[in-house]
């Protein structure tokens, strides 16, 4: 059974950072492009990030360009958004979608809410 299973989401200052991160189960991880979006209150679901399985990134989401980085390591069929300098219109539920030849699985999410 294919799990994805995002965490490290959080409450967090405006400026501050976090890395969330997307733990795969029950497939090969490291054939998949891998894709982090976003969610907020009243939106439709953003791309932010996406890696592909040869570790090729990009940053999709104009608004977060300079300020996140996507990374995977194969070995702990993990995958990564590192996060910084965070804005309160970061707030959203963020999720990892995992796409493989049209295979396609999406996480829970986790919740990012940036606030004083």
């Known amino acids: 059974q294919v799990q994805l299973v995002e965490s490290g989401g959080g409450l967090v200052q405006p400026g501050g950072s976090l890395r969330l991160s997307c733990a795969a189960s029950?497939?090969?991880?490291?054939?998949?492009?891998v894709s982090w979006y976003r969610q907020a209150p009243g939106k439709e679901r953003e791309l932010v990030a996406v890696?592909?399985?040869?570790?090729?990134?990009?940053i999709d989401a104009d608004s977060v360009k300079g300020r996140f980085t996507i990374s995977r390591d194969n070995a702990k069929n993990t995958v990564y958004l590192q996060m910084s300098s965070l804005k309160p219109e970061d707030t959203a539920v963020y999720y990892c979608?995992?796409?493989?030849?049209?295979?396609?699985?999406w996480g829970q999410g986790t919740q990012v809410t940036v606030s004083s």
């Open positions: 890696i592909t399985n040869s570790g090729a990134s990009t």
């Open positions: 979608n995992a796409n493989y030849w049209g295979n396609i699985y």
């Open positions: 029950g497939v090969t991880f490291s054939v998949y492009t």
